[in-house]
């Protein structure tokens, strides 16, 4: 008994995989023997991600992808279906965010958050289920699984950053509608709210005194790190979260129980 961690003859997606946590997510499906592909606007870093994936004996690949543009996801899902094969695990994680009051927020910056991390998320994860979905009703014993990447400031608000908030409280109602809707497909779609991880694209703020600040703040006085987040990807992604479908589950060392 234990854990399924051998994706061997997997294909794995992953958004937003340039940099922080989606790179992470990569390499963590590839080292269990994903194929894994790739995708963000920035594909120079993706290159530079596939060089260190198959250093270390992994298989991965490279699309361009931006999530704002339709067209640019239903090319680069296509694409990666041609590369590697048809698409098993969707880890849906591009995401980003300004800092501000609700009251200074200008349409530009509300459409950069929602059309990234709602509209993005939603129509990535609707064109890889179309072909979910085709795939299981000729072969309804087909497994598929969807991850979205959430946030506990989809749970709770934080200050200065409440568009992004709702974006994420979007994710979270987004993906119990696609667990009732796809279930019946053999897609399970669950999600993940982390709360605050230090990755390159933060460790700075974390060492200025405001940073310092919002960590002493946090249950355990600590941001958390990439690598906490492995065991509850690998779980969701695997066969053994059979049963696990609507599931939004936080991964914040406390900070949304008190």
Known sequence: ???????????????GASSGLGARFAKVLAQAGAQVVLASRRTERLKELRAEIEADGGA?????????????????IAHAETEAGAIDILVNNSGVSTT???VDVTPEDYNFVMDTNLRGAFFVAQETAKRMIARAK????????????????GLRVLPQIGV?????????????AMAVEWGKYGINTN?????????E????????????????????????????LDGLLLLLAGEDSNFINGAVISADDGMTAT
Do not use: W
């Open 100 to 102: 501000q009051r609700l």
């Open 191 to 199: 999600a993940i709210c982390p709360g605050y991880i230090s990755t």
């Open 138 to 153: 000729g072969d309804p014993s087909k497994k598929h699984r969807i991850i979205n990447i959430a946030s506990v400031a």
């Open 60 to 76: 991965a690949h490279v699309v361009s992808l931006d999530v704002t543009d339709y067209a640019s996801i239903k090319s680069a």
């Open 1 to 15: 008994m234990g854990i399924e961690v051998n994706f061997e003859g997997k294909i794995a997606l992953v958004t």
């Open 201 to 228: 694209i933060n460790e700075e703020y974390f060492a200025t005194e405001q940073g310092q600040k919002l960590i002493e703040m946090l249950p355990r006085k600590r941001p958390g790190k990439p690598e906490d």
């Open 164 to 176: 992004y908030c709702m974006s994420k409280a979007g994710v979270v109602q987004m993906t119990k």
